[in-house]
């Protein structure tokens, strides 16, 4: 039992002293109150206190570790990329990494023929052929580019020769890959990481006993919802029928804190319930009770939330070969500008009839193959940053993977697998024209960084995603934001002490900083005070006078900028320039619409 010395000298410690000077002021303490004749030799220079301040200063260590550690437990605090992504998997939020652009396609061929001859020089273009860019950005065709199809056609005759163009083609950024794995014995949860970087997606995966593996978002989840061509024995509208099919063959993939791209298999065999779509209810009954009931047992009852689990979280990869397909690319630096996709770097073709005509008339219609864009290839983004990580996980959670709220829309929007692109901003109301439609607004990125509108493709997959967690009520209007260019002038009054020239360009760069648009949101004020406090903030600055922001429209000054038009002196109030949610703001060209003044 301790003594009642032994225990003030316990209470005496003090356990809240973490940092350097306070351990070593704790320390000197403990050794003149508890030995006051043993040491007595407290000066900076003597040994005793060398050690003293050796072993505080592996206590500042040992702390600072502890707090780092637990710092990174969780989402709020944690600044290391690695344990940021493996927090915010926890709370059921997957990283998105890059995601891909999306360019429309005109396609022209010029046949030296005419009449009857052109038909024999068709061809269809097929799909998966790879266009490119003269710097290299792959692209690759989605649907196949039929000549002989009358849709969406234009044709031309120019004496000999027949022109015919195809217009409103896609074509999606990326590089398809490949890759073969040796699986041997069978081993619960089989984990295959591909070799490539920047992943978009697993296009397919297949086994060389002739098995198709799918991809699910956990591995429980044994059910798929799956497009079947409709014969149209029931309705001549309705292209594919949607079904609910098994799949015992699953993986899930996860990327971690370097993009890079793992897939995991199942956990064992196959058993009866994973082939069995319906299965067996008595299977699934609940187990008895005596609660409540005079003759001691309950009617059994069915587990509703059993019926369609799995035992087995899917079947394990066995004595076979996987081939698994996948994507490649994505990034900001995938939307390309207009008229920049013009080669073929890899193009596959069948012609549509079999004819007599020579390999030479054949090939000449081939070499006369041209590709463009005519319109810019948005949707490309880079991987999330590391506080984008942090809102959309917590949001996520808050969602428990349905939308319930407007908030909701916004973070599953955001939420949307790279493969089918990415707006830079979202913003979510309810639609004025519908009592149960939601209007979810969406913006794009160009290449130099400007805002530019989404294409329809990525409106149409943004749709079709969000229709999968949305209640059954609600209607989806998909739109894009109007862009507000703007001109921002200032003047400012600069102390005689310093640099004129360096202060105002100080304050330029402070603005371009301010206005990067980054830092903006849809429906997001400006406000005049701030844009003065922010200037003030600059050394050499007295006083900021005569802020004025103008709306940029169309063609200015040889550059371009956005048609829409905004009133500036509508929506000032209060030195507060305001916009609607459906509205952004953007100073497009820094370098040439934030103008500085000195004012003597």
């Not at 109150?33 to 260590?61: C, M, R, W």
Request: net charge negative.
């Amino acid at each position: 039992m301790a003594t009642q010395s032994e225990l003030k000298r316990i209470a005496d410690i003090k356990y809240i002293a973490r940092d350097f000077d306070t351990l070593v002021t704790v320390l000197k303490n403990h050794l003149k109150y508890q030995f006051p004749d043993s040491y007595k030799d407290f000066s900076d220079t003597s040994s005793g206190i060398a050690f003293l301040e050796l072993v505080a200063y592996v206590g500042d260590i040992l702390n600072f570790y502890i707090d780092k550690q637990f710092n990174e437990l969780f989402l709020s605090t944690a600044q290391e990329r690695k344990n940021l992504v493996a927090v915010a998997k926890n709370l059921g939020y997957q990283i998105r990494g890059k995601s891909a652009s999306n360019a429309q396609l005109n396609a022209t061929v010029t046949y030296p023929a005419t009449g009857s001859d052109t038909a024999n020089l068709e061809f269809v273009v097929l799909k998966g052929s790879q266009v490119t860019t003269s710097n290299g950005v792959k692209f690759e065709i989605v649907n196949d580019i039929d000549f002989s199809s009358t849709s969406n056609r234009t044709v031309s005759v120019n004496g000999a020769n027949t022109t015919v163009s195809i217009t409103g083609n896609t074509a999606v950024n990326g590089e398809t890959k490949q890759i073969l794995v040796d699986v041997q014995d069978p081993v619960s949860f089989y984990k295959i990481t591909l070799p490539d970087q920047d992943v978009l997606e697993i296009t397919s995966v297949t086994s060389s006993d002739s098995n198709t593996w799918y991809q699910v978002d956990y591995l429980a989840q044994e059910n798929q919802y799956h497009g079947v061509q409709n014969d149209y024995s029931t309705s001549s509208s309705v292209p594919f029928i949607l079904t609910l099919r098994k799949v015992p063959r699953r993986f899930i993939i996860e990327k971690n804190e370097n993009n890079i791209t793992t897939l995991t298999f199942g956990s064992g065999t196959i058993s009866t319930s994973d082939d069995d779509f319906i299965p067996n209810p008595s299977d699934f009954l609940l187990p008895y009770t005596i609660r409540g009931i005079e003759d001691g047992f309950t009617i059994p009852d069915i587990d509703p939330e059993n019926f369609l689990n799995t035992g087995t979280l899917g079947a394990a990869p066995n004595h076979t070969t996987m081939t698994i397909k996948y994507r490649t690319g994505g990034g900001l630096a995938s939307n390309v500008a207009s008229n920049a996709i013009q080669y073929f770097s890899n193009l596959q073709y069948r012609f549509v009839i079999s004819t007599s005509l020579s390999a030479s008339q054949r090939n000449r219609a081939i070499s006369s193959l041209s590709i463009k864009n005519p319109y810019p290839a948005i949707g490309g983004q880079d991987e999330e940053t590391n506080e984008e990580i942090r809102q959309y996980a917590s949001k996520s959670f808050a969602a428990q993977n349905r939308v319930v709220t407007i908030q909701d829309y916004i973070v599953r929007s955001m939420t949307m697998p790279s493969q089918f692109g990415a707006p830079f901003r979202v913003q979510a109301r309810r639609d004025f024209n519908s009592d149960f439609g939601i209007q979810i607004i969406v913006i794009g990125r160009a290449l130099d960084g400007t805002l530019c509108k989404t294409q329809d493709q990525l409106k149409i997959n943004l749709g079709n995603y969000l229709s999968k967690f949305k209640p059954i009520s609600d209607s989806l209007n998909i739109t894009d934001a109007n862009i507000i260019n703007l001109r921002v002038s200032f003047g400012i009054v600069v102390n005689t002490a310093y640099n004129r020239d360096l202060v105002l360009g100080n304050c330029l760069i402070m603005l371009k900083d301010y206005f990067k648009i980054d830092n903006w949101q849809m429906g997001e004020s400006i406000v005049l005070s701030d844009i003065s406090s922010e200037l003030m903030r600059i050394q050499g600055v007295m006083s900021v006078t005569n802020i004025g922001i103008d709306n940029l429209v169309d063609i200015f000054n040889g550059n371009t900028y956005s048609s829409y038009n905004f009133s500036i002196a509508g929506h000032m109030k209060n030195n507060i320039l305001t916009c609607d949610q459906d509205e952004i703001f953007e100073v497009k060209y820094p370098d040439l619409d934030l103008i500085g003044g000195i004012v003597s």
